[in-house]
């Protein structure tokens, strides 16, 4: 089956499930690019947390929402999956993008269980549980924002369908 010209944006909190569904989806879909939006900011650099710790949080921020509008200029089709915090610098961008955001909705405490389970590829791990919980709090305001949502506690083999029914594609 021939894909559509289609860009869909995977936003979710830390644990969300936005890499593990991306690779889902890219599975289903395999003639949409997928990308993972902090390996492209990292571009194989170093870990994350390393490169965070190197140019700290405003310098990683600053080239994560360019690395954003760089995919947003890209043609369809593709799927990128945001970094957990990446909604909030480039929340402008997409809304005024032709691309199609999807929030990976996901209670807290399954948030959570997941960032403990890949803790040592997490940045945010060591800020620890009441902390997240407090950072989770504050980006739902941003995550609200977004009129398009799946259920993301589900395993990722139904939450991929859910997204792709929720665009039309199954």
């Known amino acids: ?25 890219g599975r289903q879909w395999p003639s949409f690019k997928a990308m993972d939006l902090d390996l ?19 310098e990683f921020r600053a080239r994560e929402k360019q690395a954003l509008a760089d995919v947003l200029k890209q043609p369809a089709p593709w799927i990128l999956a945001l970094g ?38 997490r940045p945010l791990v060591a800020q620890g549980k009441e902390t997240l919980s407090k950072l989770f709090s504050e980006r739902k305001e941003q995550f609200d924002q977004v009129p398009k949502k799946v ?14 029914r929720l665009v039309g594609l199954a």
């Not at 990292?42 to 965070?52: N, Q, T």
Request: charged share 20%.
């Open 40 to 58: 492209l900011v990292s571009k194989g650099e170093a870990p994350l947390a390393e490169l965070i710790e190197k140019w700290g949080w405003d």
């Open 1 to 25: 089956m021939k894909s559509p010209e289609l860009k869909l944006v995977l936003a979710g909190f830390s644990g969300a499930g936005k890499t593990t569904v991306l690779a889902e989806l």
């Open 84 to 121: 957990g915090g990446s909604l909030g610098q480039g929340l402008g961008l997409l809304q005024h993008s032709d691309a199609v955001v999807i929030h990976l909705d996901c209670p807290f405490e399954v948030c959570w269980q997941r960032i403990q389970e890949t803790s040592a590829t």
């Open 151 to 164: 259920d993301a506690s589900r395993s990722p083999e139904e939450v991929a369908l859910a997204i792709l």
